[in-house]
């Protein structure tokens, strides 16, 4: 499944619309697609069914009406059992983390490798080398609870990132941190995309979505447009943080 | 096994600290009652080898003693022309007293109670006599002589310990349901207390079974510790039965000495008891995940 340009669309939404029961409409007669390769903002108010509709692109819920497809498969078609390879390929940084918190920062980072079945040697390597990177590399034990919230907003997008996955859903997450962590964070989502990775953010901090640049999705009232970005005041972090070093080397588990 | 790293903090449940001793006690029950067991079979089996090889021939008395001893030859002779009988020895009269002495007391012969004889007949190892057929030949041969091969004795008896060992059966079969239940229970309790965890696992790409090994192995580790709990207060226990039967040996009662592999047996109850925590805890999550997306 391709786009006229020969890429390969990784998510596609057609018509989804999503409605509780007794409930208002969250989402409305959602068509996009996002292709191979693709950065994009997801903006808009709260309450405008962005968290929503990356919990259906992330295989969290499933829509009341229209069709999801993910790398090509229609979600709707596909069984249970296939579901768990399909979010193997998709890293989430939740927008409250969701850490497991009786397990460190290496634990929660490591999840994503065990799961896949990747041998433990692989799996210290990789999660060290990358809790590094992020500069948590003197919090390897810690617990959650005992990590700022910037800290713990770095270790759920580490453990996000850390299968390489081919599609990367942030929800908010710069909503915890401070400005030096966030445009760290951009820059860290921005090398996976440079990598490869199809990255999807959800912000409703349009002026950082507006310095980074990128095509942006805007949702309001349970529908989604497309914006055209205007120049970026600031490309490639041009606040003064520091910009991080190459990407540690992160063999694909997908 | 035990070493497996959790990714859910199961051992904070509470129902993580009563399930063991549930078990414990479950495990005990089945101790003694799995014991009960294998000694009635053992006993049972000791006394179908033993009667099933032996007959006894009883003839009436006679009102003369020349008419009895013709009669106890006569029975004699068709006993041991027969092939399948190894021996057959007439019951001395001393020891028919002695097997009445607790129903009539101290029997003196002398008083001329009017005593049948009996022949303690002996099979050939795998001799399998027709005893109808022989009960016949020998009614022709001495009148009044009645053949009792103790089929019906030991058929009741079998009867009776095969109930037995069916209630026990029950029993352990129950035992067995109260710990699967149990499981179950604590299992479903714990899916809901770490179903946000269990969500966040499902998201990263977790399977179903990896999310049930992990309860499965702390329901076979707390199986394990639960029934090595039960089964150590259920050794003592059979321990101390057995030195106090031991202090009756000759009495009325059997040997309930269990043998070495009986304890094996017993050993190897809280393995499956905790092999049956382990595998009901995996179904459980299994058919409860299965209605999660």
């Known amino acids: 499944m391709g786009t006229a340009e020969g890429k390969e669309v990784i998510v596609r939404f057609e018509g989804v619309g999503l409605k509780y029961p007794a409930g208002p409409e969250i989402l409305d007669d959602v068509s996009f697609e996002l292709e191979d390769g693709a950065f994009h903002f997801l903006t808009g108010p709260s309450g405008a069914g962005k968290t929503t509709l990356l919990r259906l692109m992330y295989l969290a819920m499933r829509p009341t009406s229209g069709r999801i497809t993910l790398f090509g498969d229609d979600t709707a078609k596909a069984s249970r059992a296939r579901l768990p390879a399909l979010r193997r390929r998709i890293g989430v940084v939740f927008q409250d983390f969701r850490l497991l918190d009786h397990l460190s920062t290496f634990d929660n980072v490591a999840l994503p490798l065990r799961i896949a079945g990747c041998h433990e040697s692989d799996v210290r390597e990789h999660v060290v080398d990358l809790l590094s990177w992020v500069g948590l590399e003197k919090h390897l034990e810690a617990l959650p609870q005992a990590l700022s919230g910037g800290q713990q907003q770095l270790v759920a997008t580490a453990r996000a990132v850390v299968g390489r996955p081919k599609l990367l859903i942030c929800d908010e997450p710069t909503g915890n941190v401070d400005d030096h962590i966030a445009v760290r964070l951009m820059h860290l989502f921005q090398e996976l995309n440079r990598l490869g990775t199809t990255v999807v953010v959800a912000t409703h901090n349009r002026t950082l979505a507006g310095r980074i640049g990128h095509r942006r999705l805007r949702m309001e009232h349970g529908r989604l447009w497309m914006e055209h970005p205007k120049v970026p005041e600031q490309a490639n972090g041009g606040s003064g943080a520091p910009r991080p070093t190459e990407a540690p080397a992160i063999e694909g588990i997908a | 096994m035990f070493g497996h790293r959790s990714d859910l903090a199961l051992d904070r ?16 029950l089945a ?6 067991v294998l000694v009635i079979n053992d006993t049972a089996g000791r006394w179908e080898r033993g009667l099933g090889s032996t007959l006894t021939v009883q003839i009436a008395p006679a009102d003369s003693t020349e008419a009895a001893g013709a009669r106890l030859r006569s029975a004699l002779g068709v006993l041991r022309a027969t092939p399948e009988v190894a021996h057959a020895e007439p019951i001395p009269e001393s020891r028919i007293a002695a097997l009445l002495e607790p129903w009539l007391g ?4 002398a008083l001329d109670l009017p005593l049948p004889q009996l022949i303690d007949v002996q099979l050939k190892p ?11 030949r020998l009614a022709a041969a001495v009148p009044g002589a009645v053949l009792d091969d103790h089929r019906v004795w030991l058929d009741r008896l079998l009867r009776l310990i095969h109930t037995v060992e069916v209630l026990a059966g029950l029993i352990l079969a129950l035992i067995g349901l109260v710990i699967a239940g149990a499981v179950v229970y604590a299992t479903r309790s714990g899916l809901a207390v770490h179903l946000d965890a269990i969500e966040v696992l499902h998201l990263i790409g977790a399977q179903d079974s990896y999310v049930a090994r992990q309860f499965a192995d702390r ?10 709990i039960g089964l150590l207060p259920g050794v003592a226990t059979l321990v101390g039965i057995d ?16 043998a070495p592999a009986h304890w094996v047996i017993l050993a190897v109850l809280p393995i499956a008891v905790a092999v049956i925590a382990m ?9 409860n995940l299965a209605s999660m997306l």
Do not use: C, S
């Open chain 2, 219 to 228: 329901a076979l580790a707390l199986g394990l510790r639960g029934g090595v």
């Open chain 2, 126 to 136: 795998g001799g399998d006599v027709d005893a109808d057929d022989l009960a016949k």
């Open chain 2, 13 to 28: 449940d509470p129902l993580d600290r009563f399930l063991p001793w549930l078990i414990a006690f479950m495990v005990y």
């Open chain 2, 31 to 36: 101790v003694l009652a799995l014991a009960g």
């Open chain 2, 279 to 287: 595998l009901t805890a995996r179904v459980t999550v299994m058919r």
């Open chain 2, 243 to 258: 030195q106090l039967a031991a202090r009756l040996q000759g009495g009325p009662l059997p040997d309930l000495t269990l």
């Open chain 2, 106 to 109: 101290e029997v003196d012969a």
